[in-house]
């Protein structure tokens, strides 16, 4: 069904507020820095970082997100005090170059001096892993300390289909790393930081679904391939990625939140249980309901209480909510849950449950993070 939708789906124009696709980036980074004194930028490697960086890379871990351009405000608007220490942005839908992520490393360790060293994270696409790792090759030869973490969380992808690959990244990243730039910047170790990233990964999940796919602004006016009237799609991917399935007519909300729900938590499926919710017995989750652009925030609220009727109804407590458009695609038509599960209160492991929540509430100084 998905392959037909490929073939037969209609087009139609949308336009885009840009000057020129070449200089789309740069001019909204200058933009974003100019308005936020925490907030400096780099032009020439497209990086974004905390204005007080010189001082805190002198005695803390520093921690870089990196993506394409086009899902904005990931990663850019999570930089400040609390949150991510800098940010690189590819072009529209593409990864940053190895040098722009070598150049990153260099901004956060201080120079001829002892480093806490840099944990680097971003989603688990082949163009990004590939730069960071030449990036990080580099970065070591020359003495810099660091640990990269490539974060996939799109259940849409099962462990048959992700095989040694694994799942996509869409917004997993982003709550892992809520918790870890808190521990960075109250003072732990690169180890600890990166292990309660993991951590965090190894426990969530992510599905979405839109009525569209993306449009590149490769010029002020582009056309967009829409799917097929009064459809939409289970589990498509932010790049216009083919998802799970269609979906025609389109569901109610409450059975298409029960189907999402169900992908996130349903432990039985061999496929699709990532998250290890205990078949008996409380558990309590992080919910985070995502924008994919242009989906407002009272449909993302109406869409958060019912999920978080449909994750109580399984014995699952939503704990912290937060919404809005956190990783976009564009203007893409849509939206997603993402699902953490907390530690249990007497579980032992590198993040108690009580730690997580502090580090979840800690107020980041940024220009998009909805406390």
């Keep these: 069904m998905v392959a037909d939708t490929l073939t037969k789906q209609p087009a139609r124009e949308t336009f885009h507020f840009i000057n020129d696709p070449g200089d789309a980036i740069n001019e909204a980074a200058i933009g974003l820095t100019e308005h936020n004194p925490n907030l400096s ?83 688990n696409y082949t163009g990004d892993i590939l730069n960071a790792g030449l990036a990080i090759t580099r970065a070591t030869a020359a003495g810099y300390k660091v640990r990269f973490i490539p974060i996939g969380d799109d259940v849409a992808v099962g462990k048959k289909k992700g095989g040694k690959v694994g799942r996509r990244g869409l917004s997993g990243h982003v709550v892992g790393l809520k918790i870890a730039c808190a521990l960075a910047n109250q003072g732990e170790s690169l180890e600890r930081v990166g292990d309660v990233m993991e951590y965090i990964a190894a426990n969530s999940g992510t599905i979405a679904v839109a009525f569209d796919r993306v449009a590149l602004p490769n010029n002020v006016i582009t056309e967009i391939q829409i799917l097929p009237p ?47 919710f205990p078949k008996n017995g ?35 407590t939503v704990r912290r909510l937060t919404l809005g458009p956190m990783v976009t695609s564009l203007k893409q038509s849509g939206f997603g849950f993402t699902v953490w599960r907390l530690p249990g209160f007497e579980e032992k492991g590198v993040l108690s449950r009580d730690e997580a929540l502090t580090c979840w509430d800690r107020k980041a100084e940024t220009a998009a993070w909805r406390q």
Excluded at 50 to 58: K, N
């Design 41 to 123: 930028y780099s032009p020439t490697h497209k990086i974004v970082y905390r204005s007080d960086l010189d001082a805190f890379r002198q005695d803390h871990v520093t921690t870089i997100g990196f993506a394409g351009g086009g899902h904005e405000p990931m990663f850019a608007g999570f930089v400040g005090p609390s949150f991510l220490s800098c940010s690189v942005s590819g072009n529209m839908f593409a990864s940053p170059t190895a040098a722009q992520i070598f150049a990153a490393i260099q901004l956060c360790q201080p120079p001829n001096a002892p480093s806490k060293g840099t944990l680097v994270v971003c989603g």
């Design 230 to 276: 009064a459809t939409i799609e289970l589990g498509l991917g932010c790049h216009g990625e083919p998802g799970l399935r269609s979906i025609s007519p389109v569901p109610s909300p409450e059975s298409l939140t029960q189907e999402m729900i169900n992908l996130l938590t349903d432990t039985s499926d061999p496929d699709r249980g990532f998250i290890p």
């Design 282 to 316: 409380k558990s309590e989750a992080v919910l985070l309901v995502n924008s994919s652009g242009s989906t407002s925030d009272e449909v993302l609220a109406r869409f958060a209480e019912l999920a978080i009727e449909e994750l109580e109804s399984r014995g699952i």
